[in-house]
Structure formats: C-alpha cells, structure tokens
C-alpha cells in the first residue's frame, strides 16, 4: 500500500513505524512541514501504561524513549500562604523534540521516508497515495478539504496559557497558585530532562488583561513572571521560544471534534482528529493509540472502508470519555475561584477530583459530604463517587444553577 503521512508528531511517526512492522512492503512517505529539529514546546508526561503498550508494540523505541524519561514521583500542590501538600504516584516526562528524534530515527530505520520542510495542503499533492493520513495537528489543512464530511467543532477555552521551561527542578509534578493585583496566577510543572522542566502558566483572561500580559515585550513578560513565580523559581529563568515578532506566544486551549473521522481514503488522527486539554496529560498517548490501532484495522480488514470504518468506531467510542474528564478538568481550572477559597488539604481533594461531573453540578462542600458518606458507608476511596455525577444528582442545569448561587465563584459552563 503506497500511505502518505501528513505531519511528523507522534501520531503520523508511529503510525509509519507500526505499519512497517506490519508490513515491510508499505511504501510509507511522512511529509513535515517543519525543518528537522524544531517542534513546538517542551516536555510531555506519561505513564507506565503508555511503556507498555509501546513496548508492546515497538520494543526498540519503546526502550530508547524509556532510556530517555525522566520519573517524577507525587504530585504537590502549592497555594502562596499555606504549607506545600504533597501526595503518592508518580509517571515520567519526556522532552517532545527529543522523543520526535527517536521515532524519527526508528521510522527511517524501518525504511519509512521521512521528509522535512514538505508542507501538504493540498490534497492533489499525495494524489498518488492509497491511503492519506492526516496526522497534522489540530489546525489541521487536510481536515478543512472535507470539513463537510468531518464537522470539526472547536471550542475555545477561557483560560488563557502558556507552555514554557525553566532550568529549575521539578521532581514532583507541581501545581503551584500564586495571588496578584488581578487575580490568581498558577503553574503546572515537572522535570523533563536534567536541569530542565516544563513550566506552563494559566490564568483567567481578567487576570491576564490586568497584569498587562500580551502587550509586554517577549523578555519584560518573561521578567514578570518570574517575579510573580519567584519564589518557586529560586533565581531560575523561565524560558519560551516560539515566539513571533517578540511576543509570548498565549493561546487559549482548543478542544476539538470531528463527527467522522474518515472521508473516502483521507483519515485524520492524533490532534486532527480530536484535542484534550492538557491538565489531564493525554494528548500524546491518545494519538500513539490512534496510530496503534489505525495500524491494527489496516491489518485485520481487506477493504480500506472497512478498515477506516473499524478504526473509526473504536476510537471514537474510547474518546468521547477521555474528552469529557479532559473538559471536565479545564472547566474546574476555568472556575478556580469556587475551589481555591477552601484550606490547602480541601483544595488539594478537589483538584484531584475535577474531572468529577458530581463536583461540577454542586456546591463544593456538598460534594465533600457525600464523598466523605460514601468512603464512611463502603470502606472504599470515593473514585467511583466521582464516575456517577449526573446519574447522583439528576437536576438539570435550572436546579444547579439554583444551589450554585448559595456559592461565591459561580461556574460559567
Ligand atoms: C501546553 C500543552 C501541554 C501538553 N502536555 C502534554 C503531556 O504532558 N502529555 C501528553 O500526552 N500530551 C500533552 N499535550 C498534548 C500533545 O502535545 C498533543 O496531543 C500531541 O502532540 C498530538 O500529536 P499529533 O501527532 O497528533 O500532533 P502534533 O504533535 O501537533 O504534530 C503535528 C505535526 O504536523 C505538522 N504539520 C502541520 N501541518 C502540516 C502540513 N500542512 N504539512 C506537513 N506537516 C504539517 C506539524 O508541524 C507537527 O509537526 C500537551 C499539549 C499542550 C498544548
């Protein structure tokens, strides 16, 4: 089969690699419209599970991105004014352009073209492919040649962020919340190599208009935030580097859906096909899966839409979940004020709990109620609590809206 690749991230490298291990014969072309070398931001997190599906299914990259992982152990919170919290687990980071080089040499290895600087945008240019897989991000080009048959839906979050690294250790994943002028400023970050970690900074568009962010010069905003962030940057500089004309590049996160995921022998996969917000860590590992199990109906089926309708109906049906906690988990940063007022040890409950539909629909301290009645009741940690939320409180929006008011910091979705 003659496949051309469109985009050099995770998804379309390891569906090559995967595919050739299938079958050495496919002629598998991957087109990157960047230079070799460059990507955007910094390190990524992952879990063992991600290890093992990878060695399941490439032993040679999985133990060279093994080789390259740095373990975090624990996850701590840390709000200005109260003591830092600490709790159990633990996963492993990564530098993205490292582990793009890896999958990069292991494609070529296995005979995969891959070629840089060769943008796609237009369909008529892999005219000559069997199949065309859109592995080219969430602004994908492909995709908008069929949006009539994908309607794409993206969903601007509110918050707005920023993806950036720091020479400071972080060998705990840390989440760490600042007060300003303007309202709370806060960090997600964790070591992704020696002497380097992921540093992303969050805040609500208020707050972020009110402290003059994006109008500053790319280094007057790096300066502010480590003035705000001093005192868990120790003296380290925050560093960005994808900036254009000498501004911070802040985005607002974009969640993304397609209603299908293939049109004729065009399939897209990885963030082209669907986005999770970042809070919960998945995107890279969805989009290996996505190539893992393209790969695998390519193999089991004999006609292409069969294969590509296989795929489809898998995957979709894993997302929808992962995409609800992924908003679920956005939407409990968007509305930070209604959790952040409660003492460090409430607050750490609750932030391990966003992703928790019942947290969503009711006053905090309710929901502490109940999850504190369930553990009593069963013996067992509340997790499954956190699973039932509109089956547990089957109100509709009218009657949640209604207990919301007796809370400061109502929720805006
Ligand atoms: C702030 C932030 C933090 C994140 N942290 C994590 C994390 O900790 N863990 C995790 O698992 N995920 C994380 N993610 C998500 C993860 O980065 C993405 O989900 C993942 O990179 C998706 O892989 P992909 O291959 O589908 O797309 P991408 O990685 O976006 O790759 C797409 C590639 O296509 C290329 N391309 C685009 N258009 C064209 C074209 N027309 N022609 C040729 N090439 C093209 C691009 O240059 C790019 O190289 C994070 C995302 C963000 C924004």
Not at 155 to 176: C, M
Not at 204 to 221: F, I, S
């Amino acid at each position: 089969m003659r496949i051309s690749c469109v985009g050099a991230g995770p998804a379309g490298l390891y569906f090559a690699i995967v595919m050739k291990r299938r079958n050495p014969n496919h002629e598998i072309v991957v087109h990157e419209r960047n230079p070799a070398g460059t990507t955007h931001g910094w390190g990524v997190v992952f879990w063992d599970d991600l290890l093992a599906t990878l060695r399941n299914n490439d032993p040679d990259s999985a133990q060279a991105i093994a080789d390259e992982a740095v373990p975090w152990s624990g996850q701590v919170v840390d709000v200005e004014g109260q003591p830092p919290l600490h709790n159990g687990g633990g996963g492993y980071g990564i530098c993205r352009r490292r582990l793009l080089q890896i999958l990069i040499e292991r494609a070529r290895a296995l005979g995969v073209d891959v070629r840089f600087e060769s943008e796609i945008s237009e369909l008529s240019q892999v005219a000559d492919a069997d199949l065309i897989v859109a592995a080219d991000g969430v602004a994908s080009q492909l995709r908008r040649h069929r949006a009539d048959r994908f309607r794409p839906q993206i969903e601007a979050g509110r918050n707005k962020y920023i993806w950036l690294a720091t020479t400071q250790r972080f060998p705990s994943f840390t989440f760490g919340f600042v007060p300003t002028s303007a309202g709370w400023v806060w960090f997600h970050a964790y070591s992704f190599k020696e002497g380097v970690s992921t540093f992303i900074v969050e805040c609500a568009p208020e707050t972020w208009e009110g402290l003059g962010l994006g109008t500053m010069r790319a280094d007057a905003e790096l300066r502010t935030l480590e003035s705000i962030f001093a005192k868990h940057l120790d003296g380290h500089e925050l560093i960005s580097r994808d900036g254009h004309d000498n501004r911070l590049p802040w985005l607002s996160f974009r969640t993304l859906v397609n209603r299908t995921w293939h049109a004729d022998n065009l399939v897209l996969i990885g963030d082209a096909a669907h986005t999770t917000h970042f809070t919960i860590g998945s995107g890279t590992r969805l989009a290996i899966d996505d190539a893992i199990a393209l790969a695998a109906a390519l193999s089991e089926h004999d006609s292409l839409p069969s294969a590509l309708y296989a795929f489809e109906r898998r995957r979709h049906r894993a997302l929808a979940r992962v995409q609800r906690d992924a908003r679920l988990s956005a939407e409990w940063f968007e509305n930070l004020p209604r959790y952040i007022r409660y003492n460090a040890p409430t607050f750490f409950t609750l932030l391990l709990a966003r992703r928790s539909r019942l947290l969503k629909r009711m006053p905090a301290r309710t929901y502490l109620y109940l999850r504190g009645h369930y553990t009593k009741l069963t013996g067992r940690a509340a997790s499954p609590l956190a699973r039932i939320g509109r089956r547990a409180f089957p109100f509709g929006s009218k009657a949640s809206r209604g207990i919301f008011r007796a809370e400061p910091g109502t929720p805006r979705r």
